[in-house]
């Protein structure tokens, strides 16, 4: 397979808390099992934001090969399949935003499985090295938040 790497894991440098914000931690698996970590964070809009595989603190899959989102996408699926499985985001649509690698997988997922649900929205993705890792947020359907007057 092209277009794969192996890499080093960079350490979690910094939690939602430390800037106020109240979160979750949380533990989903992907599609295809892998453990993978990360916070749900009820800001407004409801983010999730995880670690993908063989990233932070989630487990290794694919032998500790980075997939450049061709392997990563079953984690995007995981990470919707949590938030739907949650009673406090189950009925709101999902919309998809991620950045770098994330970016990578969230596309991928985005123009083939998710493509036919009207339920899931891409907010677009940028490619940025460094970027946090990715997020899902979620929104009632009237696509207002809690927080919104």
Known sequence: MT???????????????????????????????????????????NILCYDIRNHGLSRSGNGGIVGIGLLEYRDVIGSVRYAESRPDTASMTTFLLSVCLGADSATSTATTTLASTPKYRSTGSTHTPGSPPTSIKTRPRTGRSRYND
């Open 3 to 45: 277009g794969t790497t192996v890499g080093r894991r960079a350490p979690v440098l910094r939690r939602p808390g430390e800037v106020g914000l109240d979160f979750e931690e949380v533990t989903f698996p992907s599609m295809d099992g892998v453990a993978l970590e990360g916070w749900f964070i009820p800001a407004g809009y």
